[in-house]
């Protein structure tokens, strides 16, 4: 039986500054991205509080494909993911799928791995409740507000640290952080402070791993 505490933080609406849009055969999907969802998880439940694991990993799609414009041989795949996540007593299926496209076949199976656990994982926790987007399942979206803007959480910082680490390629470091620009512009990370510093080091460290590394095996 979870706390009070939790209770309340389960059943609060969902901040629309972390709800993103994307389109899918011409229709919009409003969704939070994985990083979210686990600084979420560490703030609700703490950081030893919960537990995540990979129960499922199916291949169902492996065939070579053309990429880009300039037609170079490359593969597509595609996964389908169950993941487990277990609070206390309580435990909760996700499943989800992930495609990745890449010259190199094992970077594309990786990326559809990461891509699939992250969207099971995030199916799992939203059956919790509103702050893991349970909200977007109501089409009028009526527990999704526009909460006053609030500073940066440690448990922020360290999922967002947490994801840049996660990456396999510099193509998705860099969309990554693009993508989260406006919400480190709403909660004050921005250049100048600590916490930009620390999480744009971390950043730019990796991405010159990768970068060494995609240039190796190029």
């Known amino acids: 039986m979870f706390s009070t505490q939790i209770n309340g933080a389960l059943s609060a609406p969902l901040d629309r500054a972390f709800v993103k849009e994307r389109e899918q055969s011409g229709r919009r999907f409003s969704y939070i991205e994985g990083w979210h969802a686990i600084a979420e998880a ?29 037609g170079r041989e490359g593969w597509a795949v595609s996964y389908i993911v169950r993941v487990r996540i277990i609070v206390m007593d309580t435990i909760r ?34 059956t919790f409740g509103n702050p893991f987007g349970l909200a977007l399942y109501d089409k009028e979206q009526r527990q999704v507000v526009e909460a006053q803007p609030e500073k940066l959480q440690p448990t922020d910082l360290n999922a967002m640290i947490e994801e840049v680490l996660r990456m396999k390629t510099t193509t998705a470091l860099r969309k990554w952080w693009k993508q989260t620009a406006d919400f480190r512009n709403s909660v004050g990370l921005v250049d100048g402070t600590e916490e930009y510093q620390l999480l744009y080091t971390t950043f730019v460290t990796h991405g010159k791993k990768l970068a060494a590394g995609e240039t190796v095996n190029g």
Do not use: Q, Y
């Not at 703030?43 to 300039?70: A, M």
């Open 42 to 70: 560490n703030r609700i439940f703490g950081f030893d509080g919960w537990h995540r694991e990979t129960v499922e990993v199916r291949l169902v799609n492996e065939r070579p494909r053309k990429i880009g414009r300039d």
């Open 93 to 126: 299926d996700g499943m989800g799928s992930g495609h990745g496209i890449d010259v190199d076949l094992g970077l594309a199976h990786e990326s559809a791995i990461k891509e699939a656990e992250t969207d099971a994982m995030k199916r799992a926790l939203m």
